[in-house]
């Protein structure tokens, strides 16, 4: 059996603590302060950590940033599989409703979008992360209600994507309007509604 | 008949075009570099008027930006009345879908999104814009389709609204996924299905 050759446990240990220390003292300055203002000086003071300890991760800002969103993002929501489309849709929308009535999401999406739209590798970064999470949606959620017959044949999974998140996304993220007592009710019949009747 | 003094017309009209040059020159800065990084001098220089113009108007740059997008919000868009919920509908989703494809609107609207998750008094101003024009299609678009008999006697103008800017905010402005061949057709069919499932 080859021997591997390891770094003591302790140091990786701590190696690891650090980066998890910068990790949310960046998701904090984001949200606090948004990208534009946010500076490596205050990510080290928040991490307690010294700016070396950052330069050696990351080259600069822009990278730093870039990988830690791209890992938070990446990380796969488990998608609900209730055994009914009814159920997996109302799942959906309120895991989906929780997630950007949360403080940091709500103030870190709409400031990286809003850096998206004059940086390009920002841009690409989190359209990967949101495609590929759409994708896993409209795959997983419209396709085995397809194949139980359950929506139509020709169901688009994009436009089905587009209403079961969009709704919720203007709504939270962008009117910022409280969701009323019965609305997510309301809302989810009418997005199966629309969604039976979409082909 | 009583005489009203008035300053020379050309006066006027000069200091009207000065006011209408730094109007435009901030909604650029906007575009081009966002809130955070908007400065007077850029927008004194873009407008080629003196820093005293613009501080005659405004004391500061959030009053300037505030009172600058709120006028440009207002404008009210005039709503689609074709006679049918059908027409309305699809008029209303091809003015919006323009709208949010144009690069200022693209870009102006997510910076001051991100902005106002920080800054109180820039999400009520635009809070306050977007409940008027929101209220504004559901009172009308969707108060006419159920006076004619064309949506149930409860569908939520609320619950209505979200899903008719919802998906195409969602797809437009937030995914930044272009539109396909077909797209804008069948959203329309299933928001229209939506609607008449919806109570």
Known sequence: MATVKRAP???AV???????????????????????RLSIEAVAR??????TAIYRRWSNKLEMVLEIVSDVAGRSVPLPDTGSFA??????????????QHRIAS???PDLMAE??????????LQKALRTHQQAVGDKLIGQAIARGELPEGTDPEVAVDLILGPL???????????????????????????????
């Open 9 to 11: 446990a302790g140091a």
């Open 14 to 36: 701590l190696r690891g603590d650090i980066t998890v220390a910068i990790r949310n003292a960046v998701m904090q300055e984001l949200a606090d302060v948004g990208y534009g």
């Open 46 to 51: 928040r991490a307690g950590v010294g700016k």
């Open 87 to 100: 159920g997996d849709l109302q799942l959906l929308m309120l895991i989906v409703s929780k997630a950007l």
């Open 107 to 109: 103030q870190i999406i």
């Open 116 to 125: 998206a739209s004059r940086n390009p590798q920002i841009a690409e970064t």
């Open 169 to 199: 996304y203007w709504r939270l993220a962008v009117a910022r309007t409280p969701l009323g007592d019965d609305y997510l009710e309301k809302l989810i019949t009418a997005v199966a509604g629309a969604l039976r009747a979409s082909s």
